[in-house]
């Protein structure tokens, strides 16, 4: 969010999609932008690809994370997209012990439970 004069502007929301499958991360990352016209929305397909992204993205509003949990344990890859300030929308299920902001996407995902998940992130 951004001021100017009197008005605050509202910024697009920034996602991260990380998937090594291309199809489900283009899925995704069409549903969020049709979710939130304009949006920012990069795609990676490993841990590391997301973490040298995670640079670039200054206030991430999610990450939509489709790896095992021991690529994210590997990659802190949680922790450092917590730091940002985003949460974590993770496509397998499972949460790790200590983890903030953490949201569930079941695969297979729809327009409708993808809804409902933005819906939470607030």
């Known amino acids: 969010m951004t001021v100017q004069g009197n008005d605050v502007v509202q910024e697009a929301p ?3 999609v990380v998937d090594p499958m291309p199809l489900v991360a283009e899925d995704l ?3 969020l932008r049709e979710a939130h016209p304009g949006a920012d929305v990069v795609l990676a397909s490993t841990a590391s690809q997301a973490v040298a992204w995670l640079a670039e993205l200054p206030g991430l ?3 939509f994370v489709n790896l095992c949990a021991e690529d994210l344990a590997k990659a802190d890859l949680p ?3 917590e730091a940002l300030g985003g949460a974590v929308v ?3 299920g ?3 012990i200590g983890a903030g902001r953490w949201f569930v ?3 297979p995902f729809s327009a409708e439970s993808l ?3 933005l819906g939470r992130l607030g």
């Open 61 to 63: 509003t999610a990450a």
């Open 115 to 117: 809804r409902s998940v």
């Open 105 to 107: 996407l079941d695969l």
């Open 29 to 31: 990352a069409e549903l």
């Open 94 to 96: 499972d949460r790790p």
């Open 79 to 81: 922790a450092r997209i």
């Open 14 to 16: 920034r996602f991260l």
């Open 90 to 92: 993770s496509l397998w």
